[in-house]
């Protein structure tokens, strides 16, 4: 990976990293439900519950976004950046440059997706 390469993947990674962060605010990341609503009403209740419930996860969702981003960005700082977490096989420039916070290459990813939970 050339200077200007490796330049335009931490500015891609750094700019995700904002928009994530902003995102996970705006889902509740940074703290409790915000809502003011009357408690008092059963169909209101089960509205708001069900709400923060997805906001939850949302939020929980970015913050693994955001976790992703930051080991691409350790990576980049140790140099491991273009090597498979799982086979340690260089992960090719194109797929970097698709996705910059992948961290296996695409054989590893789909033997990933592949696996059952």
């Given at each position: 990976m ?5 330049a335009?993947i931490r500015g891609r990674?750094l ?7 902003t995102e996970?605010?705006n889902?509740?990341g940074?703290g409790?439900?915000?809502g ?9 209740r089960a ?9 939850r996860q ?5 913050l ?7 080991l ?6 140790e ?6 977490e799982?086979c ?21 990813q789909?033997a990933?997706?592949?696996a059952?939970?």
């Amino acid at each position: 990976m050339n200077a200007t390469q490796l330049a335009e993947i931490r500015g891609r990674l750094l700019e995700e990293r904002e928009r994530i962060i902003t995102e996970w605010k705006n889902h509740g990341g940074d703290g409790g439900p915000t809502g003011d609503w009357d408690l008092r009403d059963p169909e209101e209740r089960a509205v708001q519950i069900t709400s923060d419930t997805v906001e939850r996860q949302i939020a929980e969702d970015d913050l693994n976004l955001l976790r992703k981003v930051d080991l691409a960005l350790r990576r980049l700082a140790e140099n491991t950046y273009e090597s498979c977490e799982r086979c340690g096989a260089t992960i090719p420039m194109e797929r970097l440059m698709a996705k910059p916070s992948a961290s296996l290459c695409l054989a590893c990813q789909e033997a990933k997706d592949a696996a059952p939970d």
